[in-house]
């Protein structure tokens, strides 16, 4: 990083990705929902920001469903992830 850059965010640019990324491996998470998994599970955890607490409620709503929906799948065709060990 230049000296005259902004600080580095080791966690939005190392820690949060990467332990996202182990996340969605193990879980089994589609890598059509690779993008958004990220930011579901950081609204999920964090909210805050400029959210209001309506879309930080709906956030935490969708990825609760969306993980009920994934273990569904997962339970009707299991696949090689530890969700179907």
Do not use: C
Not at 3 to 30: C, K, M, Q, W
Not at 55 to 81: F, V
């Amino acid at each position: 990083m230049e000296e005259t850059g902004p600080p580095y965010d080791r966690r939005e640019n190392l820690n949060f990705p990467l332990a996202l990324s182990t996340h969605e491996i193990l879980l089994g998470v589609p890598a059509k929902d690779h993008q958004m998994f990220p930011k579901w599970v950081d609204m999920f955890f964090h909210g805050g920001g400029d959210h209001t607490a309506d879309d930080i409620a709906a956030g935490r709503a969708h990825l609760w469903t969306y993980m009920e929906g994934l273990a569904q799948d997962k339970r009707r065709q299991p696949g090689d992830d530890t969700t179907a060990r």
